[in-house]
């Protein structure tokens, strides 16, 4: 196998990933509806940083561990679920708080995009079925010589960049939507809907590894 060859068997295999509604998509998506297009934009960005942080795990055998030990599989996977449930009933609480007044200063702005970006970082890296998936695929497309590191990190920016494009037409999307959601109670409703698919999502990952 080339590597061009295992980029573009990886890539078939991770578009199938990436279209598939997600939390992620779920994520961007509330972004961009409620929150702008640069939060959105800066949510995606830290979901890639954390595809790329478990590409380069997974290369290293790091994201083994995940495969290998039930307590870290579980640790992460407990972590996960309250992490997504904390965003969850984050969203609906602000929801009923919600003033209607979207102005705000450069400083509290760039804070904002800081606290999207990490918010998209961490939902990736508190996922555990990213790191199993990559662990399952990453040493399946690194030819023999190649280093394991490089093309871990070659084949996750490879998915990050997929994702960034696919997160960019539903921005593009919402986007125009926003123009016709853009009242109040409109935003009250999508805050508690992204909200309560979060909480589910966090739900249904507790669950499954009981």
Known sequence: MTISQAILGFAAVAAILTVIPGLDTTLVLRSALVRGRRQAVATAFGIATGALIWGAAAALGAAALLAASHLAYQVVT???????????????????????????????????????????TWTNLLNPKIGVFYIATIPQFIPEGASPLAMGLLLSAVHALMSLVWFAIIIIGANAARRWLAHARALRIIDRFAGTVLIGFGATLALEHR
Not at 101 to 112: F, I, P, V
């Open 78 to 120: 407990i972590g996960g679920a309250l992490y997504m449930g904390y965003l969850g009933v984050s969203m609906i609480v602000k929801s009923f708080r919600r003033t209607g007044n979207g102005h705000a200063d450069a400083l509290t702005e760039s804070a904002s995009l800081w606290r999207s970006f990490l918010t998209g």
